[in-house]
Each structure stands twice: as C-alpha cells, then as structure tokens.
C-alpha cells in the first residue's frame, strides 16, 4: 500500500535554529499538508499546498514557518528559528481529488524536540 | 476554541463487544466527517468518512452514525478486536474535498480480551 514517509523520525534542535523537516507524499497525490501534535493535544492543521503554491494556512504558520517542494518528490517544512514551544509531532500528509479519494494519508510523524 | 470535542478520554471494552466513541461539534459550517485511528509511533491512519446528506455510513465491521441536528457522530466498532486498542480521532471539514481538517482531541480504546 501506498505510504507517506518522513525524516527524520526524531529531530533535536537548540532554541533558535531552524530545522527542515521532510517528507515524501504518495506519487499519485496532487495536495499535500503539514498537521501539528503537541504532546496531550489535538492534532492541529498548519498549512495544505496544491499546484506549488499554498492553498490555506492557519494562524500557526506564522513567517516563522515556510513549505517547499524543491522537486517532484519532496515536500519540506522549514522552521527557521525554533522556538521551545514548537515541540511537537509534525505530521505530513498528502491526498488527491476528489470524495472518491477523501481520507488523507498521514506519515508516521517527526518528533521535533527544542531544547 | 473547540469546535470538535471528543468528551471521553478512555474507554475500556471487553473483546467481542460493541465499542462506541462519541464526538460533538459545535460550527454547523462542517458537512464532511471522518474517523482516523492511531497507533504510538505512527501517524492517523484514516478508517472511515460521512457526508452531511448522510446519517450513516458502514464498513465492515465499523459504522459511523451523525446526527445533525444534535450536532453529534458516533463510530460503532462491533464486535471489538484487541487490534483495536488504539487512540480514535474525530475529524470534521467544510466543504469535503481536500480542505483542512478540524480534530478532537481523541479517545484512547483498550479492547480487552
């Protein structure tokens, strides 16, 4: 079956570097998302991105967050000056069109520990 | 600000019987619903989905029921499996398609054998 994959499954930073967290979507998929987990809390959306270009964002994604799909096959998200309460599981996903295809498939998520 | 509220944290059930996980939701804007289940160590593995013009939906042994009008769904898991035991997330959108999605916060399930 068809998977997300992420990498690295568990990133540690300082406070104020930027990280680049990455992910492959399933080849076929044509939107693509980044959700966030704090620990105990609700998976949160950040941003969706379709046809190079962002298509929605939360108030999460602030300027401090960036999306990318440097080629036909990465999508990354940069954090470019991590802060302590960015830790978090940082989950890609990615769907096509359609109802037929509606039901996002997750990656197994990047730990992101700040310290 | 929650708009989808999974008021259980935890449900216990022994194996063989109905497991029934409850979700509310309070923007009547969402008209699309899903149902994802998670394991540790791995991302939500998306189980089964309604529509608004619907008020069920059934695969296998999972069942989805939403009431409109009470703004409540349900998902129904008969007969519970040990497999089962995992962290069960409702999730609801505007529009369907490809929109982001609005989660709760999650029930975990331990289906006992």
């Known amino acids: 079956e068809p998977e997300v994959t992420q990498t690295p499954s568990h990133q540690v930073t300082q406070m104020g570097q930027e990280v680049i967290l990455r992910c492959v979507p399933i080849s076929n998929h044509l939107y693509f998302y980044w959700y966030r987990q704090i620990l105990g809390q609700k998976v949160e959306f950040l941003v969706s991105?379709?046809?190079?270009?962002?298509?929605?964002k939360s108030e999460i994604f602030d300027d401090q967050f960036s999306v990318e799909r440097p080629d036909g096959s990465n999508f990354t998200l940069k954090i470019r000056s991590t802060k302590l309460e960015d830790s978090a599981m940082y989950f890609c996903?990615?769907?096509?069109?359609?109802?037929?295809?509606?039901?996002?498939?997750f990656g197994s998520g990047t730990r992101l520990t700040v310290v | 600000d929650q708009q989808v509220k999974q008021n259980s944290p935890s449900l216990s059930v022994q194996e063989g019987r109905i497991s029934i996980l409850n979700c509310d939701y309070t923007n009547s804007m969402f008209d699309y619903f899903l149902w994802y289940k998670k394991y540790p160590a791995e991302g939500p593995t998306f189980l089964i989905s309604?529509?608004?013009?619907?008020d069920k939906n059934e695969d296998g042994r999972f069942t989805v029921f939403l009431n409109k009008s009470a703004k409540h769904l349900s998902l129904h898991i008969v007969p519970s499996q040990p497999g089962d035991s995992a962290v069960y997330f409702c999730?609801?959108?505007?529009?369907?398609?490809?929109?982001?999605?609005?989660f709760g916060k999650g029930t975990r399930l331990s289906v006992i054998a």
């Open positions: 996903a990615s769907s096509g069109t359609g109802i037929s295809n509606y039901g996002y498939t």
């Open positions: 309604i529509s608004s013009i619907k």
């Open positions: 991105f379709y046809n190079n270009e962002i298509s929605e």
């Open positions: 999730a609801a959108s505007v529009g369907g398609g490809n929109t982001p999605l609005v």
